[in-house]
């Protein structure tokens, strides 16, 4: 999966090779469509497999709820790196005396040289991570070999061993598809609401380039200090209603969005709560996740697989819908896309966070 990222990704985000002005879109599309699959195919292996070690890794509830916690800190720091960059590298262009206060086709070599920089960096922490982490030496659904320390009596009798599940088991437990519908949910509020950011800044705030690097880099410095925050609100107050509580976040956001048309500094408020309520929806479903597949570790990989798997099908099929509802089918952005994307920020994050509520009650009606 790493290979397939590190082999695929800088040429998404360089000019088409062989390329003209006179190139039709049509062999642009056949051109990086390649890279793209390679590179889906690639992150889907990586984050399947890198989450797939958490219930490998440890077994205690409120363990799991702490890694998943620092893998999300850590991720959030990933991110919060690459929009330091962007925003270095947007607000220093020495060599462009011409530049504009918006993106266009002048900031190309920008967006290339930061995606050579992003590659190289996760290289060397990919490498880290393949020589620092160690699996579990013994096959999954056996017992570890007793070791000297291990007492030879147990203090309590035993109960008979559950038997593991394997994929096609997991097809027919109705908590299953609970936790897939919540997860679903979840991303999509936490993936659309990430890729149409940019959009509602420039085209519906009409607010300055660098604000898509400051905002989202604001965002995820609140997502990163919320996540410090899960392990002792879970013990608290417990799963559901930590990721209610999340929601509540984030609708307080969508109300924010509703009522003010136009925002200018106070966008950085908006963007603190949209931050803190995303890292909490994500890391406490990922935690649902882990304790749905329990000491099932052998199938952990389907598991998590099935939930990527709907929460891309969920977000392609979003995006389509939202890029056919577009009122500029011809251009850019006209000025119905100052609404349209207004709008758009509204119903991704309240309109599906009351969605997720739903999912929610029917978890904790019937528990996991």
């Known amino acids: 999966g790493t290979t397939c990222v590190l082999v695929s990704f800088p040429f998404i985000f360089n000019p088409c090779l062989g390329c003209k002005e006179n190139t039709p879109q049509w062999a642009a ?33 409120h363990e799991k709820v702490e890694l998943t916690a620092f893998r999300y800190a850590f991720t959030v720091m990933a991110n919060i790196t690459v929009y330091g960059l962007a925003w270095l ?51 999954p659904g056996l017992l570890p070999q007793p070791e000297e320390s291990t007492p030879l009596l ?18 027919l437990e109705p908590a299953f598809y609970q936790v897939a519908v919540l997860y679903m949910s979840t991303r999509l509020i936490v993936n659309l609401s990430q890729t149409y950011i940019a959009m509602y800044l420039t085209n519906s705030l ?14 995820y410095i ?12 879970n013990k608290w107050i417990g ?9 509540l976040v984030i609708l307080a956001f969508a109300s924010w ?14 963007a603190v709560l949209l931050g803190a309520g995303s890292a909490t929806i994500l890391v406490t479903s990922l935690s649902m996740t882990a304790d749905l597949i329990g000491t099932n570790t052998h199938s952990g990989a389907f598991v998590y697989g099935a939930m990527s798997f709907t929460d891309k099908m969920a977000n392609g099929l979003a995006v389509m819908a939202i890029q056919n509802l577009h009122p500029c089918p011809t251009e850019l952005c006209c000025p119905a896309c100052i609404s349209f994307y207004h709008w758009v920020m509204v119903l991704v994050t309240g309109g599906i966070a009351i969605a997720a509520i739903a999912s929610l009650c029917c978890i904790m009606v019937w528990p996991i």
Request: charged letters at 15%.
């Open 89 to 139: 590298l947007l607000n220093f262009q020495v060599d462009q005396p011409d530049r504009t206060e918006h993106l266009g086709i002048q900031d190309v070599p920008i967006f290339r040289n930061l995606s050579l920089i992003v590659v190289v960096l996760g290289a060397v922490f990919s490498l880290i991570f393949h020589l620092g982490t160690k699996e579990k030496p013994y096959p």
């Open 239 to 247: 799963r559901n209603l930590t990721y209610f509580v999340g929601i």
């Open 29 to 61: 599309f056949i051109y990086y469509l390649p890279f793209i699959v390679i590179f889906q195919f690639g992150w889907a292996a990586t984050q399947i497999s890198h989450l797939s070690l958490i219930p490998e890794l440890v077994t205690s509830d």
């Open 257 to 270: 969005v509703t009522l003010a048309g136009q925002m200018g500094a106070e966008i950085y408020g908006a």
């Open 154 to 171: 147990q203090k309590e009798p035993m109960s008979p061993p559950r038997p593991l599940l394997i994929w096609k088991d997991w097809l």
């Open 222 to 233: 609140s997502g990163f200090l919320s996540s410090f925050l899960m392990k002792p609100v």
């Open 206 to 219: 009409l607010l300055p380039k660098k604000y898509i690097a400051t905002i989202p880099l604001v965002m």
